[in-house]
């Protein structure tokens, strides 16, 4: 079956730290990936999206996400943490391209960062 | 640009009861797509709907149903209430099915008593 999975339910880091969010997706075909952010109490954002050619994706917030065929990972990575990051990120895929456009989603990972 | 709106906010219900939740997608947005947010299973993806008809449909029961009208709103009811129908709905619309950027709204809290 079709599936998203992140390895970290709840990260615990402290500001300036390095992250790195791990995603796999389990699926052929077209490679549609997303992150998505959801802060508290606010709704979910796109962070960014690989569709196609450099893998390295740029989003916002200085997130970006490397897209690795042959680990069929897109692992969410910045830098440095500050403490407005926490919340709970999302990876999300759609294998079926523009022909449907249902996402499957990972469970979440929390990312709760100390001042 | 006004993003999307879903009433009511939160909502709470009894078994066997049913309920009605309304999504409006941003201007100029056709489509619209209903998940369902659990802390167990997560986002799960309910149904899809463009031009007034169903595109795609979750791996959910048939008491869940939607629809959407001509001016692209929707609407997804669920009959018949169980305990475990307790979740935050969310509403994602876009430009045209399938496109794969999705704007989510704030989504709906249902509780069922």
């Known amino acids: 079956a079709q599936s998203v999975s992140q390895h970290n339910h709840h990260v615990i880091l402290s500001e300036a730290a390095s992250l790195e969010l791990g995603c796999n997706y389990s699926y052929g075909g077209t490679v549609n990936l997303f992150w998505y952010v959801q802060y508290p109490g606010q709704h979910l954002q796109l962070l960014l999206k690989?569709?196609?050619?450099?893998?390295l994706v740029k989003g916002i917030k200085g997130f970006e996400a490397e897209f690795i065929k042959s680990k069929f990972s897109f692992n969410l990575r910045k830098p440095s943490v500050q403490w407005s990051d926490t919340a709970e990120y999302f990876c999300?895929?759609?294998?079926?391209?523009?022909?449907?456009?249902?996402?499957?989603f990972g469970k979440g990972t929390k990312l709760s960062v100390k001042p | 640009k006004a993003g999307v709106t879903q009433t009511p906010r939160y909502l709470i219900k009894t078994r066997g009861q049913q309920v009605t939740l309304s999504c409006s997608p941003i201007?100029?947005?056709?489509?619209v797509s209903w998940y369902q947010q659990t802390p167990g299973q997560g986002l799960q993806f309910l149904f899809e709907?463009?031009?007034?008809?169903?595109?795609n449909k979750g791996n959910f029961p048939g008491r869940f149903s939607g629809r959407q009208f001509s001016n692209s709103r929707s609407e997804m009811n669920v009959s018949t209430l169980e305990l475990g129908d307790s979740a935050l709905y969310l509403c994602?619309?876009?430009?045209?099915?399938?496109?794969?950027?999705?704007?989510f709204g704030p989504g709906t809290r249902l509780t069922v008593l």
């Open positions: 999300a895929g759609n294998p079926w391209g523009g022909s449907q456009g249902n996402l499957i």
């Open positions: 709907y463009f031009s007034e008809t169903q595109r």
């Open positions: 994602a619309s876009s430009l045209l099915p399938g496109s794969n950027e999705q704007f």
């Open positions: 201007s100029g947005h056709r489509s």
């Open positions: 690989y569709f196609s050619g450099d893998p």
